[in-house]
């Protein structure tokens, strides 16, 4: 598995990596313990070293956290935890009057966090979603105060549009504190608006990306099809209006590309993202072993530069 540096950081992620949001999911093999130690070690042996969370995942929120960091005992040194504040916790950590950027409320949230997940640091600690009525400065402020601390070692922030990624790193800079490494946005072959604004300002002030959605909800797998039921038990059986609206010519031209190269559509989705300059992890969920080994195989192809414009041709990007 390739290693790399996440934007202009020195911090070293995995180029695949292991989206957590499956861990005490009900209904799914990780739900218990027992099955998300068989995810989470099997990411460990495909060379998968990073692994993102949110306070907010699992059923009861938290405990996703919880799972990921019993999964990892005795293994914590080979892992990079990146973990989210700033979602609705419904008082799991305590009030916070919807001002979850705020000084007091990030303090309680790390602490929450490092609690859960067994840990005496946070690699990567991430603002889940822009916090309206706190002001920037104040939150990047107590998160340089973290890392002072050694509580938690980067900033990054997620679902930030291309204006708020330059404000957070102008803002940071300007006042002397640690700037965000990171933005987690939703980017894929069928998604490629953040190509108009957010990949350019990460770009600009050094800031890696991390994709999530990278398969599109499934539809970039090849287990679907036009005008087939999804297969029972698939993550969209019953989401009929998903499939309904699902954008079916681009995903056959993918599937047809995929085919004549003999390799899967997973592959062509993931490595597309990773041949992408500024991306850092290209992040999957899995709830089995067998799942993880596959994002962590199609994250060994890479597109050539022949490749890369013919795919461009098959699913167009976003004029600017």
């Not at 938690?152 to 330059?166: D, E, K, M, S, T």
Request: proline share 5%; with cysteine.
């Amino acid at each position: 598995m390739e290693q790399r540096r996440l934007g202009e950081s020195g911090l070293v992620v995995s180029a695949v990596g292991l989206g957590c949001n499956n861990l005490g999911r009900p209904g799914t093999a990780t739900e218990s313990l027992s099955g998300a130690r068989e995810v989470v070690n099997t990411a460990l042996d495909c060379g998968i070293t990073f692994f993102d969370v949110a306070d907010v995942y699992g059923s009861p929120r938290g405990r996703s956290e919880e799972l990921l960091g019993q999964a990892l005992s005795g293994r914590r040194e080979s892992a990079i935890i990146a973990t989210k504040f700033g979602m609705d916790m419904q008082g799991y950590n305590g009030p916070d009057f919807a001002a979850r950027g705020s000084r007091s409320y990030v303090r309680r949230a790390v602490e929450s966090s490092l609690r859960r997940l067994g840990t005496d640091w946070i690699d990567l600690y991430q603002l889940h979603r822009p916090d309206p009525v706190t002001p920037l400065e104040e939150t990047l402020s107590v998160l340089d105060d973290l890392i002072r601390e050694g509580k938690i070692r980067y900033v990054g922030h997620c679902n930030l549009a291309g204006w708020q990624i330059a404000d957070a790193s102008w803002t940071a800079t300007a006042a002397g504190l640690a700037t965000p490494v990171s933005a987690q946005n939703h980017y894929s072959l069928l998604a490629r608006e953040a190509e108009r604004e957010v990949i350019p300002a990460c770009q600009k002030f050094g800031v890696g990306v991390i994709p999530y959605f990278p398969l599109a909800n499934g539809l970039l797998t090849g287990k679907y099809r036009r005008d087939q039921e999804p297969p029972e038990g698939s993550r969209l059986a019953g989401r009929d209006q998903l499939l309904a609206d699902a954008p079916w010519e681009r995903i056959e031209r993918l599937r047809a590309f995929a085919d004549q190269r003999g390799v899967q559509m997973t592959a062509i989705a993931v490595g597309w993202l990773a041949a992408q300059e500024a991306v850092g992890s290209v992040i999957s969920g899995a709830t089995t072993a067998e799942q993880v080994r596959a994002n962590a195989a199609a994250g060994q192809w890479r597109p050539t530069p022949a490749e890369m414009e013919e795919i461009d041709a098959l699913c167009p990007p976003l004029r600017r």
